[in-house]
């Protein structure tokens, strides 16, 4: 105990604590009967899809025939029609077009092209993200913030007091002293439990956010750490930790990063940060590409529940393949029933899972309902090697998402997240290229092996099961 800093201390307590707040806190949330509110929504709604570009919104003719191009592109047209019509009526986002997206498949292509557009920021950058450690990692990114502030550049933060509760506040002191904006999402505080706001306490900003000059936007499931540096391919070394974490992101130019730039300041105003200094934070921008992008943010306590809506209505309507990458997985009975069904139905479903976790509880969880999906002709994978920390979907080769939201009831219920849907054959054979690759670098479980596993395991599962609506 002698060896353990004060500053340890301090994070395992608040690690119990935050564990017993999202007990309290999210013990009376639920999700939302997504096939009632599907139904309600495309039937109340026959407005046509609204298509913004760097020069306005298109006329619905040209929406119209921008969303048939699409259509075009591949076989399945069912999930263009129900998703663009169900995202926008829920969203309050709408589809940008003009937009050139880079896939990034892991921190070190993450981290390289962040810290580009970083240093030829010229007006202003916004970070916002769940984590920011105190390490090589976090000190690059700081230093060159603090260099950017100092050439005359807005430098906004947001780091989420949990996520970062290792970090010593003289880490972000630093960052004050430089004149750098600092907001502290959500301080915990033992004395809201006691005063009764636990769901104050378990709320927190998961989000992973970067806008440099309002034109160039950055999110996915990346971290600030140096557990991400170096390669993402698994080696033959036992010792996990010291495999870099495979995770992914993707940078956006073009009109939609405005649509992050407001979901940062959103979360500013919320968080009564400072006044933000006057700059051009909403700056015309120019056509970039040809992609289309919905942002879609997610917020605890909306009824509609964004992004848990958007992935059960994407998996309802898939009509060949689902290839979906979590971390975390602990479905609800809706998104259970729509995997199996969609396997049923003879759509091509495979998840890939971690075989290694951070997150015992999640990870034992995650295997109690490995039976029911592989019985549903469900495919599992597990990776090898690195804790898999990507959180993406590619659907019938034309509607893909990355962003920072896990497939588990936290993500759903209580934290802020952000996830970027980007539509187009293009990217999605970017995104089923990087899942094959992970496929050949990953085992599949099979029924008949899985149901041969101990009964060690089975109790684990079982027991970790008991705790899946606060996981």
């Excluded at 077009?97 to 880079?102: D, F, I, M």
């Excluded at 390669?231 to 992101?249: A, C, L, N």
């Excluded at 909403?282 to 009824?303: D, K, W």
Aim: hydrophobic share 40%; glycine share 6%; net charge positive.
């Amino acid at each position: 105990m002698k060896n353990l800093s004060n500053r340890s201390l301090m994070g395992l307590l608040f690690e119990l604590l935050a564990f017993l707040c999202s007990i309290a806190g999210s013990g009376c949330a639920s999700l939302p009967n997504v096939q009632k509110l599907i139904a309600h929504r495309i039937s109340s709604s026959d407005r046509p899809a609204i298509i913004m570009g760097s020069k306005g919104e298109f006329s619905a003719k040209a929406s119209k025939a921008k969303i048939k191009r699409l259509q075009g592109q591949v076989e399945a047209t069912r999930l263009l029609e129900q998703q663009v019509q169900l995202m926008q009526s829920i969203s309050r986002s709408p589809l940008v077009a003009g937009n050139k997206v880079t896939l990034l498949i892991d921190g070190k292509a993450t981290y390289a092209s962040m810290f580009e557009a970083i240093r030829n920021a010229k007006d202003s950058i916004n970070f916002e993200t769940f984590i920011f450690d105190d390490d090589e990692v976090g000190k690059k990114f700081s230093d060159l913030l603090i260099q950017k502030r100092a050439e005359g550049v807005q430098v906004n933060l947001i780091y989420d007091s949990f996520g970062s509760k290792n970090t010593p506040v003289s880490f972000f002191q630093r960052l004050r002293e430089a004149s750098v904006l600092v907001v502290e999402f959500n301080p915990l505080n033992p004395w809201k439990v006691l005063a009764g706001k636990a769901w104050a306490v378990s709320h927190r900003d998961h989000r992973k956010i970067l806008v440099v000059d309002g034109a160039i936007a950055f999110t996915g499931g990346v971290n600030v750490s140096a557990v991400y540096s170096g390669s993402s391919s698994p080696r033959t070394s036992s010792v996990k930790k010291d495999i870099p974490w495979r995770d992914t992101h993707v940078r956006i130019e073009g009109p939609a990063a405005a649509r992050f730039q407001r979901l940062f300041i959103n979360t500013w105003e919320r968080q009564k940060g400072p006044p933000l200094p006057a700059r051009n934070y909403f700056p015309h921008i120019e056509r970039a590409g040809n992609t289309l992008v919905r942002v879609v943010g997610s917020l605890p306590g909306e009824s509609n529940r964004r992004i848990f809506m958007m992935y059960i209505s994407a998996i309802t309507h898939a009509e060949n393949s689902v290839y979906l990458t979590t971390p975390y997985f602990v479905p609800d009975s809706q998104m259970l029933k729509a995997l199996c069904d969609a396997a049923a139905r003879g759509v091509d479903v495979k998840i890939l899972l971690p075989g290694y976790s951070d997150e015992a509880l999640v990870f034992y969880a995650s295997r109690y309902y490995y039976t029911r999906l592989l019985k549903a002709g469900v495919q599992l994978y597990e990776r090898r090697g690195g804790m898999l920390h990507a959180k993406t979907a590619v659907i019938d080769d034309v509607w893909s998402t990355i962003g920072s939201s896990n497939l588990d009831n936290q993500s759903f219920l209580t934290n802020d997240e952000a996830n970027a849907v980007i539509l187009g054959r293009g990217f999605a054979d970017s995104m089923e290229t990087m899942f094959e690759k992970d496929l050949e670098d990953s085992d599949q479980i099979s029924l008949d092996e899985w149901e041969k596993r101990s009964q060690d395991d089975r109790l684990k599962e079982w027991s970790a099961n008991l705790l899946k609506h606060w996981l």
